[in-house]
């Protein structure tokens, strides 16, 4: 078992920017892709980024160019850099690791909120 725990949400103004953290509680062969979901009310939850053990990374088309996947592999850390954040990102962001994306580990979810 992988556990995920996610920090550095909250609600900021459009424009503005926040960072997300996901500490994994170890590393390993199974953790080898990690990424970022998000899910809006009432709308499927969506792949924001994700990044694999060598550092390769895919963005959704919705936030490409706007937001920045990094990893460190010696932490057992993602992170999420959003800038230019609209309203339209608002969601329940979580933190997922796996083999495949999605994978099969999923953090707790953590709220962030965009104002106009």
């Known amino acids: 078992q992988v556990q995920l725990v996610e920090s550095g949400g909250g609600s900021v103004e459009a424009g503005g920017s926040l960072r997300l953290s996901c500490v994994a509680s170890?590393?390993?062969?199974?953790?080898?892709?990690m990424g970022w979901y998000r899910q809006a009310p009432g709308k499927e939850r969506e792949m924001v980024a994700i990044i694999n053990g060598g550092g390769g990374s895919n963005y959704a088309d919705s936030v490409r160019g706007r937001f920045s996947i990094s990893r460190d592999n010696a932490k057992n850390t993602i992170y999420l850099q959003m800038c230019m954040l609209k309203p339209e990102d608002t969601a329940v962001y979580y933190c997922?690791?796996?083999?495949?994306?999605?994978?099969?580990?999923w953090g707790q979810g953590i709220q962030v909120t965009v104002s106009s």
């Open positions: 170890r590393s390993g062969f199974d953790t080898i892709i």
């Open positions: 997922n690791a796996g083999t495949s994306h999605p994978g099969t580990y």
